[in-house]
């Protein structure tokens, strides 16, 4: 089975535990409000500390809805362009049930500074150390994958590769953040701003590129230009890095989330950020204008345009109705190359 | 049927799937109230006392009146499905209008309960209500959200037993295709389940 197919049961899983909890939360708010009645409003006797734990209960495995797909459509690319088969399937398919199982039962990181007690504060910090194992394990088994490979760098590459390095930044900074003591300087500051961009931006963003570049001639059948996509990377690659790396250095310097101005001191690291912004936007009209180009003017693509061996390729472009005639019989793995040369 | 008129594509059908989507539903229903038993649990712990005065003031002879008319219409939408899988149709269609009779009993019962709630003012932003001490405000607030959310899947298990009402008497419903009368009952279960756990949490409180 494709590990992106894995990835998708974990996230599936996250959905089916998580999403509930959202539901009965805002259903709550929303009584509370209309119809007054008693339920987080310490003036009637409620807890709002007992809202931000069902709050985060939801939204933190969230982040890992976003991310784990994004995770496994880098799994499926690698391959494809190392050449390559897999390093490590198991281990990358059981990371997937590790994020989500350990990233269900780490909300509390965001609750370090509401009060509710050191031993949950370090428990939920011991946890948060814990989850960044599953993630280093597929980070790890991609690099091992492209160890020895033949590497191709075409744009769904080079927006993969570029997930793995700034996810390994927005990683890094988030085992900085789920240090207690380095959390109560870190709270509500544009370091946890630059943080979060670097794994849901650096991570699921350009998770959703790279599999974007990947499957878009498959989906549309149309062909776009490479060439435009790889120029309108170095803008995304070098924006994004003077943004958020400047926004890390910011919050490290005191710059607190969520207000609309500034002290004089933070001006200068605001205005590079800012021209970081908008060189990263320019990148990213170009890249997408590119697509629109190639969804109405695109020469029709090939069945496999990059020599990928999973099902999706075997079949042509666009995919027919119910994509097979019959069910395929499946006789290797998911990402044998070169089936005749034996290991 | 005629070749003439039959379907080209072949018509897919997928029992266990749509089992499974039912539980996995249902599973869910769980932990929408799972939040509401979390909360319940934190609050009594912090406020024992007033969760006991609270459960003195409910009406428990309602509160088990509303158990007993649920737990039998459980049996008898569980005679419903036995009845159709038996291929008696009309005991199906019989004891189905007896499930939605007891389901409409109880939102009756519900509606005397909270009245007498209301007139006494014992309901959020009461002048009752506001005497009363900060536990106390929490017990109800919990007692009207719980019961409140029950009430509404009670009203929408009893839209969607009617609706697999009309479908048992159009015959789109039979004793080899009784998949959605199935899953109905599951769901109908499942109230009937959340109901007996709200029943000694709020009534039996004291």
Not at chain 1, 244 to 264: A, E, S
């Amino acid at each position: 089975m494709p590990l992106f197919v894995w990835s998708l049961y974990a996230t599936a899983w996250i959905q089916v535990l998580a999403t509930p909890i959202l539901g009965i939360t805002l259903l709550l708010v929303i009584v509370e409000r209309v119809f007054g009645v008693g339920i987080f409003d310490p003036a009637k006797g409620g807890d709002p500390v007992l809202y931000q734990h069902l709050f985060w209960i939801y939204s933190h495995p969230a982040v890992y809805i976003m991310i784990v797909p994004a995770m496994g459509a880098i799994t499926e690319i690698i391959p494809t362009f190392a050449h390559r088969t897999i390093f490590g399937y198991r281990a990358i398919a059981y990371s997937s049930i590790g994020i989500a199982a350990v990233g269900s039962l780490v909300w509390g990181h965001h609750m370090f500074t509401s009060g509710m007690g050191d031993p949950a504060d370090v428990i939920f910090s011991l946890l948060t150390f814990l989850v960044a194992v599953p993630s280093s394990i597929k980070v790890f088994n991609w690099t091992a994958t492209l160890y020895k490979g033949s590497i191709e760098l075409r744009p769904p590459m080079i927006f993969a590769l570029t997930f793995i390095f700034l996810f390994c930044i927005g990683g890094l900074t988030g085992i900085i953040q789920g240090a207690l003591n380095v959390n109560v300087h870190l709270h509500d500051t544009y370091w946890i701003v630059g943080h979060f961009h670097y794994v849901m931006f650096g991570g699921a963003g350009m998770g959703f590129f790279a599999a974007l570049l990947y499957w878009f001639p498959k989906m549309f059948g149309k062909k776009y230009n490479e060439k435009v996509a790889t120029i309108a990377w170095f803008p995304i690659f070098i924006g994004f890095n003077i943004f958020y790396t400047t926004m890390l250095v910011l919050g490290y310097m005191g710059m607190p989330r969520r207000y609309f101005t500034h002290l004089p001191q933070y001006h200068t690291a605001h205005v590079i950020a800012s021209i970081g912004a908008f060189i990263m936007v320019s990148g990213l009209i170009l890249l997408f204008g590119n697509l629109l180009v190639a969804l109405f003017k695109g020469e029709r693509a090939e069945q496999n345009p990059w020599g990928g061996v999973t099902l999706e390729w075997q079949i042509p472009t666009p995919p027919p109705l119910e994509n097979f005639e019959v069910v395929p019989t499946i006789t290797t793995g998911p990402y044998v190359f070169n089936p005749e040369v034996p290991k | 049927m005629s070749s003439a008129t039959a379907p080209s594509h072949p018509v897919h059908k997928d029992y266990e799937g749509s089992k499974m989507g039912m539980w996995i539903f249902l599973f869910t229903e769980i932990l929408l109230f799972g939040g509401l038993f979390l909360l319940y649990s934190i609050y009594r712990s912090e406020y024992p006392v007033d969760f006991h005065t609270g459960g003195q003031h409910l009406n428990t002879f309602i509160g088990v009146a509303n158990t007993v008319i649920l737990l039998t219409s459980s049996l008898t939408v569980a005679m419903a499905i036995s009845a159709m899988q038996r291929g008696n149709r009309k005991l199906s269609i019989t004891c189905l209008s007896v499930t939605i009779v007891f389901g409409l009993a109880f939102l009756v019962d519900k509606y005397i309960e909270w009245s007498e709630e209301i007139r006494k003012g014992v309901y959020p932003n009461g002048p009752a209500l506001a005497k009363f001490p900060n536990g106390e405000k929490i017990f109800y607030g919990l007692y009207y959200a719980m019961t409140g959310l029950h009430g509404l899947h009670v009203l929408a298990g009893i839209t969607v037993l009617t609706v697999i009402l009309v479908f048992v008497k159009r015959g789109k419903i039979t004793s080899t295709n009784f998949n959605q009368l199935e899953n109905a009952g599951l769901y109908w279960h499942l109230v009937d389940v959340i109901w007996i756990f709200l029943l000694p949490m709020l009534y039996l409180a004291a």
